[in-house]
């Protein structure tokens, strides 16, 4: 008996076991095993299972042929990205928009291939597709002008991406001014508006300064009051509050909460709403990692059909103490939750600059159910240092996976000596195992454009706006182009 003889089910089953790089390497065998290798099962089962950073998935909408490229396209990203120095992979593009848009820091790359640029003083959210060149006007305002854009990025439940933006605009007739939440789908047949709704003045203040989009909640801080003031569940598309001011380890939190200012920081989770808060007044009170005593509060929707006021209110759920930089913390893991326990655990990635080093780490947040007798559930946290470079790194850019794989660039901004790129992998995938994290040695910018024959007017300054991709190992940057005009360098790395 042959392996090729073997029963198909019990072929796929020894199949599930090979790496992509594998798989690609078995059609070249013979031309049975070939035929094997373009089963929708094989790179189903081969999707589930890679420690690789992907889109969600496998999901029944995705054709085989788009599993495996991804996971191809992954690999291939993967098998440079920190075992050696990044170099340019395919010769360097830039795109022109029909008008000079690209102004200050209004736009945006969502997943390396669409760029959205919103018309600040025009009524106008335009979306140029980055591999065909096509415009998408995605949002058009009725008689008034986008006066400010903020936006936020999360992972579709099919497997693409959704923009949730909070636009201002001013009606052209008037001095009045109001708040929309915009939701905008990206999938391959290219952008579409989703939906758009108003926020009334009374819930969303006057200002904001932090949006984060997790898979269904939305929130969002407003930095003239210092408040939390809104969050959204993007499946209902209902409003909420969030609660006054309260704490039970700190009762004299809500005092202070609005008499001193407040460093905040709100991470939007599949699961719950995290706030921290740390006093100005103890920022100087660091611990040896950089960090800071801070309150992390969790916030979940209510149970359903408890809604007392109009809006409804958030639930505080769990509360505690931590040692954390609220001010470099990233989402590195969702929402994992043990089903014996009760226990939900979520990782955030951090960095902090202490004697001319960069440090990396990864913190794991344990949100344990309340005890009895008890109102609130406890947060603790637990760290781990993953890497380090040398030098200040004052830009970190990644693209995490659903299932806590992870890539991305830290990047080394001087303006005496240019900018320099390292490039990193993390595995934060084990609830119980710790995390993991590889950099690979950093390379100045300057010497990989010069090799590549990189053109002179797109090479990088050392103060420029980064958007990444990790799937794809893309950077994109605004630089100025021929006549004055800006112009998105696209640059692929590995």
């Keep these: 008996m042959t392996l090729t003889s073997l029963p198909h089910d019990a072929l796929y089953r020894v199949l599930s076991f090979l790496s992509v790089r594998e798989i690609i390497c078995l059609r070249l065998v013979c031309k049975d095993f070939r035929d094997l290798t373009f089963h929708s099962a094989i790179w189903h089962d081969a999707y589930k299972h890679a420690k690789l950073p992907r889109p969600l998935g496998p999901l029944d909408s995705q054709s085989r042929e788009f599993l495996e490229s991804t996971l191809v396209k992954s690999t291939q990203v993967g098998v440079k990205w920190n075992k050696q120095a990044l170099t340019i992979t395919s010769k360097a593009t830039w795109f022109e928009p029909e008008w000079s848009a690209l102004q200050g820091d209004h736009w945006e790359v969502v997943a390396g291939l669409w760029l959205v640029i919103p018309h600040i003083s025009g009524p106008n959210i335009l979306c140029y597709d980055l591999e065909r060149g096509l415009r998408h006007v995605v949002y058009h305002t009725d008689g008034a002008q986008i006066l400010s854009f903020k936006s936020a990025i999360s992972e579709a439940a099919d497997g693409g991406c959704v923009m949730h933006a909070i636009v201002i605009e001013s009606a052209r007739s008037s001095p009045s001014f109001s708040h929309k939440l915009l939701s905008i789908r990206f999938s391959s047949d290219g952008p579409s508006l989703e939906f758009s709704m108003v926020i009334p003045d009374d819930i969303i203040g006057m200002g904001m300064s932090q949006l984060s989009a997790g898979k269904h909640l939305l929130c969002m801080s407003d930095h003239s009051t210092g408040t939390l003031n809104l969050a959204v569940d993007t499946r ?259």
């Excluded at 769990?318 to 990233?330: A, K, N, P």
């Excluded at 595995?427 to 010069?450: H, L, N, Q, R, T």
């Design 236 to 494: 209902t598309r209902v409003l909420y509050r969030f609660p006054p001011p309260s704490s039970i380890i700190d009762p004299n939190f809500a005092v202070t909460c609005t008499q001193e200012t407040y460093l905040k920081r709100l991470i939007a989770t599949e699961t719950h709403i995290l706030a921290m808060f740390t006093p100005l007044t103890i920022v100087s009170e660091l611990d040896e990692g950089g960090n800071c005593r801070a309150i992390i509060q969790a916030f979940a929707l209510p149970p359903a059909g408890i809604t007392t006021t109009s809006p409804p209110t958030l639930q505080l759920t769990h509360e505690g103490h931590c040692y954390l930089d609220i001010e470099r913390v990233s989402l590195l893991c969702d929402s994992m939750t043990n089903a014996v326990t009760g226990k939900t655990q979520m990782k955030f990635l951090t960095h902090c600059m202490r004697l001319n080093l960069t440090k990396y780490f990864a913190h794991r947040v344990t949100l344990s159910p309340p005890l009895s007798g008890q109102k609130l559930g406890h947060i603790s946290l637990s760290t781990e240092q993953l890497f380090s470079v040398p030098g200040y790194a004052n830009t970190m850019k990644f693209t995490k996976s659903f299932d806590g794989h992870a890539r991305g660039i830290c990047v080394l901004h001087n303006e005496r000596d240019g900018t320099e790129f390292y490039g990193f992998t993390i595995d934060a995938s084990s609830m119980d195992e710790p995390c993991s994290g590889i950099i690979g040695p950093g390379v100045d910018i300057k010497e990989v454009e010069a090799t590549e024959s990189f053109p002179s007017s797109l090479r990088m300054t050392w103060n420029v706006k980064l958007a990444f991709d990790g799937y794809l190992g893309r950077i994109c940057y605004r630089k100025r182009g021929h006549a004055g005009r800006n112009v998105l360098a696209i640059v692929d790395l590995a």
